[in-house]
């Protein structure tokens, strides 16, 4: 099963309206951004320091520029936005990211203080997520999955990254 059918069917089709997802088009801001998914994901491989997984990609074309919401209370993920290439620059250029992580890829945040990351090295594989201020910092990151696929289809992952973001530790509990 395709992993965008996957993530539509885990949300109940975004049908709540405490669960959304959205992308980077704006009638006002972005109008021809449905015409621009294609060439920011370029944008994104030919400038990534590392080679981008292919849910990754799926990921980008259906959410890039916007991202997925849900705050309902039995919530499947917390919040997770997918930037295009103009966002990853801005942050890199505030933060010096690929200088101090030059095997990773800043590919979205939670709407606030955290950051998530592609990271691809000999001792850190997959996706993680980490303050803003302190993504150099390996003791603070928190690896929430090793796949894309696995982040949106295994429910245990699920439930330890609600716990890593509510909690900042899973305990083996739900904290619920």
Same mark, same amino acid.
């Given at each position: 099963?395709?992993?965008?059918?996957?993530?539509?069917?885990?949300?109940?089709q975004?049908?709540d309206? +405490?669960?959304?997802?959205f992308n980077?088009y704006h009638?006002?801001?972005?109008?021809?951004?449905?015409?621009e998914?294609?060439?920011?994901? +370029?944008?994104?491989?030919?400038?990534?320091p590392?080679?981008?997984?292919e849910?990754?990609?799926?990921?980008?074309?259906?959410f890039g520029?916007?991202?997925?919401?849900?705050?309902?209370?039995?919530w499947?993920?917390?919040?997770m936005t997918?930037?295009?290439?103009e966002?990853?620059?801005d942050?890199?250029?505030?933060?010096?990211?690929?200088d101090?992580?030059?095997?990773?890829?800043p590919?979205g945040d939670?709407?606030?203080?955290?950051?998530?990351?592609?990271?691809?090295?000999?001792?850190?594989?997959?996706?993680?997520m980490?303050?803003?201020?302190m993504?150099?910092?390996?003791?603070?990151r928190?690896?929430?999955?090793?796949?894309?696929?696995?982040?949106?289809?295994?429910?245990?992952v699920?439930?330890k990254f609600?716990n890593y973001?509510?909690?900042?530790?899973?305990?083996?509990?739900?904290?619920?």
């Amino acid at each position: 099963m395709n992993l965008i059918k996957r993530i539509y069917e885990n949300y109940n089709q975004f049908q709540d309206p +405490q669960c959304h997802a959205f992308n980077g088009y704006h009638p006002d801001y972005h109008p021809n951004w449905k015409d621009e998914v294609e060439s920011q994901l +370029q944008l994104i491989q030919e400038n990534s320091p590392i080679s981008l997984p292919e849910d990754y990609c799926e990921l980008f074309r259906a959410f890039g520029g916007g991202g997925i919401e849900d705050k309902r209370p039995n919530w499947v993920i917390p919040t997770m936005t997918f930037w295009k290439w103009e966002d990853m620059e801005d942050f890199n250029e505030t933060f010096n990211f690929f200088d101090d992580c030059p095997n990773a890829l800043p590919f979205g945040d939670d709407i606030g203080d955290r950051i998530y990351l592609i990271i691809c090295d000999s001792t850190e594989h997959g996706i993680y997520m980490t303050g803003k201020s302190m993504f150099w910092d390996k003791t603070f990151r928190r690896k929430i999955a090793d796949s894309f696929t696995q982040l949106f289809t295994d429910a245990e992952v699920q439930r330890k990254f609600r716990n890593y973001y509510s909690f900042g530790a899973d305990e083996g509990g739900d904290g619920r």
